[in-house]
Nanobody
Framework: QVQLVESGGGLVQAGGSLRLSCAASGRTFSTIAMGWFRQAPGKEREFVAGISWSGGSTYYAPSVKGRFTINRDISKNTVYLQMNSLKPEDTAVYYC???????????????????WGQGTQVIVSS
């Protein structure tokens, strides 16, 4: 079992930055592929960014590529999502997801993840 706890959400003006954190516990973090998803009101949950279990591969949704960066700190069992140049359309609840795997590459489907955090709200004002 893996427990995931997100933090770092909040209210920010358009053009601003936020860094989300997701702390993992319960399993060896180095064998867990991690991802960030988001869900805006009235919309389905969508993939934002992912990082492979090794940390060697990352992948981003086209809507955030070049603005968001995902990385992981093995020593802290934590994955981060640095969000820059935020736009009002980035407003959503952001979820951290994890999956134990040795698969090469990034998991981009929510159905590939077994473990989820409780979510953290991000609001970008115009």
């Amino acid at each position: 079992q893996v427990q995931l706890v997100e933090s770092g959400g909040g209210l920010v003006q358009a053009g601003g930055s936020l860094r989300l954190s997701c702390a993992a516990s319960g399993r060896t973090f180095s064998t867990i592929a991690m991802g960030w998803f988001r869900q805006a009101p009235g919309k389905e949950r969508e993939f934002v960014a992912g990082i492979s279990w090794s940390g060697g591969s990352t992948y981003y949704a086209p809507s955030v590529k070049g603005r968001f960066t995902i990385n992981r700190d093995i020593s802290k069992n934590t994955v981060y999502l640095q969000m820059n140049s935020l736009k009002p359309e980035d407003t959503a609840v952001y979820y951290c997801a994890g999956q134990e795997t040795r698969r090469v590459g990034v998991l981009i489907s929510e159905y590939e993840y077994d473990y989820w955090g409780q979510g953290t709200q991000v609001i970008v004002s115009s």
